[in-house]
């Protein structure tokens, strides 16, 4: 897991402004992963899979005007902040912080190890400015950028739809955005990160890093005994559908490449994917 | 069209929500605390529908939700009184409890329940034996030493469980609800079992008011995913309602984003209930949808 440097971190209420553009903050709210629940409900398991710490919620009022919502989280690394990010990527870019969407009045931004989410209740020209200079002010007050993750780079770019590409780390997650099996059948988990795209004619490529060669090579047997027994010996299978599945790993990184064309295809991908998984440092 | 292959990944998933599953928890099967229906006969529903149920400032109007359940529950116990209809699920000595929904954004709503309320004592329940709570019917008195329920909640999708479904809404009768969340709150109907419920539910009022078929951002909610459908689906049974649900849901999102958008996660817990609990039926040809009312772009 991630070394949890929450006491090192800012006080979570100093980033967030107590006005803009007329609106005036309420009450500041802490919660934290035992108490997400009393706030988002169930939906508070999403944050928990990234392994947050904590989130400030802050409501915004305005006489006349909806009210505007910031939720802040502190999600303890940058790889779980872009993470928590990449979950929902609806929306156009808004240039804020290190990554960003905007759709419907709501705001989403990452920014080192922060996620934040801005939300105004009713969306009009007046709270949509207020939403994207909040989510700004917000952007800026945190001191930091972070280097892009590593794990973002093990995908091969040919063809890949990058509005696609989810970063993530456990199976729950994973099956979310594609659904392999209900069982985590590659150890997914809060020590492993892994990257989901899409690229054209329904394929996608899976690139998991573990916290070792051998927790790698443990998930490589399970998946390959489990979801394709009938492989060779290159890790590829032909799938009931006319596609091609192909699994590898090397050191700690472990490619699936789900939907080829080919075998051939099938395999390229996964080469490079392990061949980028040398480059960046795995 | 085109045969579809199955996939192991389609097999991985189906296999997760077979009847096969069943045999693995033959405990489970008894009791049937939902009331589902048994053998060859079908699970009733009903989906009722006014355009007149919400007033202009969106809130619902007492006044034709009683109307619209009155005539739900008469068409699920076959009495032209309602009134009859509503005694034959509660008895004067009961102690009821009316499960609500207060999520923030779509709750069930104070109309709805105040309706239900008046209904309840109608048949001749003290005010002081009814409660209305969500989360706090752990330490609520009157939940406590319910012997009746009725189970009420707004239809939604849920980016944890697929959808917010009325099988979901009894989660606050545990004390630590996360401990039911995994895969994705696949087992949540287990909850039925427990002494605080089992047994008690006499009925289930989906509230399809104001659904929402989508959602985005830490809460999962947007307005702009939420419409005026103006209905409840009503049933003893609470999984072939959800079922109704989430038909509904799913059909929206077909209109919505022109094409079938599969609800994530899936909403397998809907499923799981059927064939892994025994909790109510699952299978729409066991389900008999009876529509009342407003038919426009009722889509299903």
Redesign the interface.
């Known amino acids: 897991m991630a070394q949890d440097t929450t006491a090192d971190a800012p006080d979570l209420a100093v980033l967030v402004p107590s006005d803009v553009s007329g609106w005036n903050a309420t009450e500041v709210e802490v919660f934290d992963p035992e108490t997400i ?1 009393d706030y ?9 899979s990234y392994n947050f710490r904590r ?1 400030l919620a802050r409501r915004f009022e305005k006489p006349g005007a909806p009210d505007l ?1 910031v ?1 802040l ?1 502190d999600m303890g690394s940058p790889v779980d902040a872009l993470g928590v990010f990449t979950h ?1 990527l ?1 929306g156009e870019d808004a240039s804020v912080g290190q990554g960003s969407t905007y ?4 705001l ?1 931004f990452w920014k080192d190890r922060y996620f934040a ?1 801005i ?1 105004a ?3 009009n020209e007046e709270s949509r400015a207020a939403v994207l200079d909040l989510g700004r002010r917000i952007a800026s007050a945190i001191p930091d950028e972070a280097p892009r993750p590593a794990i973002m780079d093990v995908l091969p770019e040919k063809g890949l739809d990058t509005a696609t590409v989810r970063l993530f780390r456990t199976h ?1 997650v994973l ?3 594609f ?4 069982g985590n059948l590659l150890d997914l988990g809060p020590d492993t990160s892994a990257v989901l795209g899409s690229y054209p004619d329904g394929l996608r490529i899976l690139a998991i890093a573990y916290p070792s060669a051998d927790a790698a090579l443990e998930a490589f047997q399970k998946f390959r005994e489990i ?2 027994p009938d492989a060779s010996d290159a890790g590829i299978a032909r ?4 596609r091609t599945t192909a699994l590898r790993s090397s050191g700690r990184g472990l490619v699936v490449v789900f939907g080829a064309a080919s075998e051939s295809d099938a395999a390229e991908r996964a080469a490079e994917s392990l061949s980028n998984f040398e480059r960046s440092g795995f | 069209m085109a045969k579809r ?5 389609d097999f ?2 189906a ?2 929500v077979a009847p096969l599953a069943a045999s693995f928890v033959p405990a489970l099967k008894s009791g049937t605390p939902g009331h589902p229906a048994s053998g060859a006969e079908k699970a009733r529903v009903v989906l009722v529908r006014d355009p007149g149920a919400l007033r202009a400032d969106g809130t619902p109007d007492p006044d034709v939700v009683r109307r619209m359940l009155d005539e739900a529950v008469s068409a699920i116990t076959g009495e032209t009184d309602a009134l009859a209809g509503w005694k034959t699920f509660i008895r004067p000595e009961d102690i009821v409890g009316i499960k609500s929904n207060v ?1 923030r954004f779509i709750p069930t709503t104070p109309e709805v329940e105040q309706v239900l309320k008046g209904r309840v004592m109608d048949t001749g329940v003290a005010e002081d034996r009814i409660g209305i709570d969500d989360r706090g019917v752990l330490r609520n008195p009157v939940f406590q030493q319910a012997t009746a329920l009725i189970n009420a909640r707004p239809a939604r999708t ?4 697929g959808v917010g479904s009325l099988i ?1 809404n009894y ?1 606050t009768f545990v004390p630590r ?2 401990e039911w ?1 995994g ?4 087992d949540l109907a287990k909850i039925w079992y427990l002494p605080e419920v089992k047994g008690k539910t006499r009925l289930n009022i989906l509230s399809v008011l104001t659904p929402q078929f989508h ?6 909610f ?3 995913y939420v419409w005026e459908y103006k209905g409840f689906i009503v049933s003893r049974d609470p999984v072939a309602a959800d079922v109704i649900g989430l038909r509904i849901l799913e059909a929206k999102r077909r209109e919505f984003f022109g094409e079938d958008r599969p609800l ?3 909403p397998h817990h809907v499923f799981l209930a059927d064939t892994r609990h025994g909790l109510g039926v699952s299978s729409e040809d066991r389900i008999e949808l009876v529509r009342i009312g407003w038919s426009e772009n009722i889509l299903i």
Request: glycine share 10%; net charge negative.
């Open positions: 629940f988002i409900n169930g939906a508070g398991e999403v944050y928990r989130v919502v939720d989280f929902d609806e759709k419907g009045g709501l989403s989410s939300y209740e009713a969306e729950h099956n979310y955005h659904f392999v099996a209900d979801y394709m799938t009931e559908d006319g | 292959t199955i996939t192991r990944r991985l998933k296999a997760s999520w849920h980016n944890w469980s979901k989660i609800p996360a969340h895969d994705t709150c696949a959602g985005v951002g830490p809460h999962s947007s307005k702009e994530q996660p899936t």
